[in-house]
T-cell receptor, first 112, second 111 residues
Framework: GENVEQHPSTLSVQEGDSAVIKCTYS??????FPWYKQELGKRPQLIID???NVGEKKDQRIAVTLNKTAKHFSLHITETQPEDSAVYFC???????????WGAGTKLIIKP | DTAVSQTPKYLVTQMGNDKSIKCEQN?????MYWYKQDSKKFLKIMFS???????INETVPNRFSPKSPDKAHLNLHINSLELGDSAVYFC??????????FGEGSRLTVL
């Protein structure tokens, strides 16, 4: 069935360095790829998303890239800060049914 | 003016009891969801309602029953609670497959 794999499960980076989280999806009909951030004890919140008609999208220190041929997409965070510490989830869905298939999450730890 | 609100925030109960969690959204969205997040942080979709109609019903025990009295409300009733039901339950809403807005979560502890 449809599947989204997310790696790594835990990522520890030095403050100020970059962090990259990768996801692969199995359904070639997927065309919407959001990323959610969940801080400890809080609700997940959308931080960035991309649709299949573009290859890259940026929002300040956050960017997402999409490779439709290889069926993978990645979240890039530059100049990491302590407030970036959280669990990040990727997801994929088709326009036809809007059902999100979620990755297992990546715990990002920013070391001071 | 909370967008998605769910109550209660915490439930502590004994095995075998029945409990309900209520959810309301004031965003005018057409779709509402229930998610379960276990201790490993996996986000698992349980149910989805579009305009009061059930559209996603993942394999959850039939002890879990959602009810949507109108587009703005989606409640979750759980019968005969088991230890494995302990988790955080999130309600969420969206419009036409767009951004999901989550409630604060309801932490259920079954003793």
């Amino acid at each position: 069935g449809e599947n989204v794999e997310q790696h790594p499960s835990t990522l520890s980076v030095q403050e100020g360095d970059s962090a990259v989280i990768k996801c692969t999806y199995s359904d070639s009909a997927s065309n919407y790829f959001p990323w959610y951030k969940q801080e400890l004890g809080k609700r997940p919140q959308l931080i960035i998303d991309i649709r299949s008609n573009v290859g890259e999208k940026k929002d300040q220190r956050i960017a997402v890239t999409l490779n439709k041929t290889a069926k993978h997409f990645s979240l890039h965070i530059t100049e990491t800060q302590p407030e970036d510490s959280a669990v990040y989830f990727c997801a994929a869905s088709r326009r036809s049914n809007y059902q999100l298939i979620w990755g297992a999450g990546t715990k990002l730890i920013i070391k001071p | 003016d909370t967008a998605v609100s769910q109550t209660p925030k915490y439930l502590v109960t004994q095995m075998g009891n029945d409990k309900s969690i209520k959810c309301e959204q004031n965003l005018g969205h057409d779709t509402m969801y229930w998610y379960k997040q276990d201790s490993k942080k996996f986000l698992k979709i349980m149910f989805s309602y579009n305009n009061k109609e059930l559209i996603i019903n993942e394999t959850v025990p039939n002890r879990f029953s959602p009810k949507s009295p109108d587009k703005a409300h989606l409640n979750l009733h759980i019968n005969s609670l088991e230890l494995g039901d302990s988790a955080v339950y999130f309600c969420a809403s969206s419009q036409a497959g767009g951004e999901l807005f989550f409630g604060e979560g309801s932490r259920l502890t079954v003793l």
